[in-house]
């Protein structure tokens, strides 16, 4: 997140300090649950485990869950408001 960008989420939830934000937006993400449509495809959900995998698979995975950290910390910041 951006400098400055966790403490402005922080107050616009009513949380002081980090672990209260966290608490705020899993709530505020519970509420939202159902709300939105769901991958066009349900392998989107899936990231597979390299567990004992070659390189590649593990950057296969690494890749996949980079792409998906940002979409899921930008659906959170978006729920935590302004």
Request: charged fraction near 20%; proline fraction near 5%; aromatic fraction near 6%.
């Amino acid at each position: 997140m951006a400098e400055g960008h966790v403490e402005h989420s922080v107050a616009g939830l009513g949380a002081t300090d980090f672990a209260s934000f966290m608490h705020a937006v899993v709530a505020a993400a519970a509420q939202g649950r159902g709300k939105l449509a769901p991958p066009a495809a349900q392998d989107e959900f899936d990231i597979i485990d390299p567990y004992r995998l070659s390189a590649n698979v593990y950057r296969e995975s690494a890749d996949a869950i980079e792409a998906n950290v940002a979409r899921i910390a930008g659906a959170l910041s978006r729920l935590a408001g302004p």
